[in-house]
């Protein structure tokens, strides 16, 4: 890779991260950060890999490197968490680039580290995140599918309305069905405090799942934990008034951050461009007794979107009463000021309309790109046709869609292949009214 300069082998990478359907726009900061995160022959090789997971052979093929040498390159990756590796029972390890977020950003952060400048990583950060606009909206704001999605208080919600929580809606259920937990530092928090700009909440309490948890907690970038643990630091992030937002998917759950309304950035994102609903809510929403509300802004203190204000009361009885007023566009539905209300005068009730969840990731990321106008770099990725077996992946996925997404599928790709498939599948499928929804 001696033959690429510094900029084309960033540049080349750059590219490759924006084959993702939530992307990272290339500015100064970008580069700057990637130069910490990579050696420049490191950019090379990354830029050439799937975006779908791959073997060692595939990477050593693409590189033209023998496979052992491919091997021990993409172990140093995933040591370093820029890379996840995934350990089948056949013995056979396959690899994965997670996108910038959620991923190796935030992996860069989870642990205390000397090999990189922390320091000027968090500041790089900052500046790419919080002071540029450009990534949040691309990773909060494009498109109508989302990357996360808020699990409502289960202690917020009332003995009758219990039932109504489904399991894929309780951040606990997700910790008592894990194959493998981690935890590791809060990559908000923790980049806040290198800034200046932290709260006091606890670092440690960044939570992984499943294949991500398994291969975090292999390399030590988090801690292995149990469901136990799991469930205590769930409660102690409840207890605490913190968020709890995790990947927006039904199975296979991959992280749950315990997000402050001040550092993580999907609060802040949710504050800043809430009107392009960055963050997908719960099925409930909080409803206000004003004949118990007092209006005395405990729950406005701990809303951390900034949905609660306060409002006259209009009590001829009392003329100067405050109470509490609901912005309904705002509202997660966390849950969070539910228990801050000293009169219980605040519930969770639930939406008129339920907030659809994506089956996977797999599901969730084929809804993004098609809603991107990034399916054709999923399904022929770097230019080349996919494996039959990634392609039957996606192509399963995209035949289990509602019409009108199967018909923004087929415009972009293109292929008469597909085509034929999407046609054949409409014939043998019953006639049904036309939905948005990504349920199959």
């Not at 409660?235 to 749950?256: M, P, T, Y």
Request: charged share 25%; net charge positive; with cysteine.
């Amino acid at each position: 890779m001696s033959h690429l300069t510094v900029r084309s082998a960033y540049g080349d990478l750059a590219d490759r991260l924006n084959r993702f359907p939530q992307g990272a726009p290339p500015t100064d900061r970008l580069f700057d950060i990637l130069k910490l995160l990579f050696s420049e022959r490191e950019a090379g090789l990354v830029a050439q890999l799937p975006i779908r997971p791959f073997t060692a052979a595939v990477a050593a093929e693409r590189w033209k490197l023998p496979e052992a040498e491919a091997r021990r390159v993409l172990d140093e990756l995933a040591g370093r968490a820029i890379l996840l590796d995934v350990e089948s029972p056949g013995g056979v390890t396959t690899y994965v680039l997670p996108p910038p977020m959620a991923g190796f950003f935030e992996f860069s952060m989870m642990r205390v580290r000397t090999d990189v400048d922390q320091q000027l990583l968090a500041e790089l950060f900052y500046q790419y995140l919080n002071v540029e606009e450009d990534f949040i909206r691309d990773l909060f704001g494009a498109g109508e599918t989302r990357l996360g999605r808020v699990f409502v208080n289960e202690e917020a919600i009332e003995p009758e309305l219990s039932l109504r929580v489904l399991d894929y809606e309780r951040a606990s259920e997700v910790a008592k069905t894990a194959t493998a937990i981690g935890v590791g530092l809060c990559y908000c928090r923790h980049k806040m405090r290198h800034v200046g700009r932290a709260c006091d909440r606890p670092l440690d309490n960044c939570l992984t799942f499943n294949t991500t948890g398994a291969s975090l907690t292999r390399h030590g970038v988090a801690r292995r934990i149990d469901a136990a643990e799991c469930l205590d630091l769930l409660q102690q992030a409840r207890d605490l008034g913190l968020v709890q937002f995790g990947e927006n998917s039904r199975r296979r759950v991959a992280f749950i951050c315990n997000c402050c309304g001040c550092c993580c950035e999907a609060m802040i994102a949710a504050r800043r461009f809430g009107f392009l609903h960055p963050v997908h809510t719960t099925n409930f929403i909080l409803e206000i007794d004003r004949g118990k509300c007092t209006g005395c802004l405990k729950c406005v203190e701990k809303c951390p979107v900034e949905a609660l204000g306060v409002v006259s009361a209009n009590d001829p009885k009392k003329p100067r009463r405050m109470t509490a007023r609901l912005d309904e566009q705002a509202c997660l539905g966390c849950g969070v000021c539910v228990s801050a209300c000293p009169e219980q005068a605040l519930r969770l009730a639930p939406r008129a309309e339920r907030v659809i969840t994506p089956l996977d990731s797999a599901h969730r990321v084929v809804l993004q790109a098609i809603e991107r106008g990034k399916l054709p770099d999923l399904i022929f990725d770097n230019h080349a046709l996919a494996s039959h077996r990634a392609m039957a992946a996606i192509l399963g996925v995209i035949l289990k869609l509602p019409p009108v997404k199967r018909a923004l599928a087929s415009r972009q790709v293109r292929s008469r292949y597909l085509e034929r498939l999407i046609e054949r599948a409409g014939a043998e499928q019953p006639r049904a009214p036309v939905s948005l929804s990504p349920e199959p």
